[in-house]
């Protein structure tokens, strides 16, 4: 497989690492093997956008204009897909600073059957946004998840982060899917849910306070007894 990841990077790709120090081992962008033929396993979900080889199953969202719940299937799946379920799942950013994302399930079956990383979990690969239009470059996975994992970035847009939750993963369904809702969550949404509630109850309570504070100001109304004729 080394001589079929050089070919591929030389004009296509770029390397792809996981948390930006090590090779990753789920696809043939990262750690190469001795095998001729084997394992067999595809590209990550960046890399698979690029090479525009399941556009009809590649989906794109812009956090901030509405959460979104994706279902996705694996690559080996592709012809499988019915209805809106993906095989990639694109989060732009609309700033230059912030990394594109890019949401896959890594089905260990059929072409990817030997993925050696993470099999049968949600990946969340990122790179600098806009890149991969330009060209490609290195690729980094940030996080693989089981079902009820979630991950979060930080500050993704202004205070808000952006969580990322595998709601499930069905083995059983056929095609297999994947789970997945996308929300720009806000200051006090990732501080957790006990203590978001908490402060939206402190906050409701607060506010209680002040209107019966402002209406215990307003003077009692004047009332003028009916006069009789003396």
Known sequence: ????????????????????????????????????????????????????????????????LSDATEKIVGIADF????????????????????????????????????????????LITSTPSGSLRRGGTSTILLASLTSGGEATVRDYSGLSSLVITVESIDMDAFPPVATVQITL??????????????????????TTVAVIYVISQIPAPIIIPPQTPS
């Open 185 to 206: 969550c806000n200051a006090a949404c990732r501080l957790g849910p006990p203590l978001a509630i908490g402060i939206t109850i402190a906050i409701a309570a607060v």
């Open 79 to 122: 012809d499988l897909a019915t209805g809106d379920q993906r095989v990639v799942v694109r989060i732009h950013s609309a700033n230059v600073a912030i990394d594109d994302l890019y949401v896959s399930f890594n089905r260990a079956s059929g072409i990817n059957e030997g993925t050696r990383q993470s099999p049968d979990q949600v």
């Open 1 to 64: 497989s080394a001589g079929f990841y050089f070919y591929i990077c030389s004009i296509l790709l770029s390397f792809s690492s996981f948390l930006s120090f090590s090779p990753s081992f789920r696809g043939y962008m990262g750690f190469s093997y001795e095998e001729d033929d084997t394992p067999r396993m595809c590209y990550n979900g960046a890399n698979s956008a690029y090479l525009d080889w399941y556009n009809e199953r590649i989906h794109s969202v812009y956090p901030g």
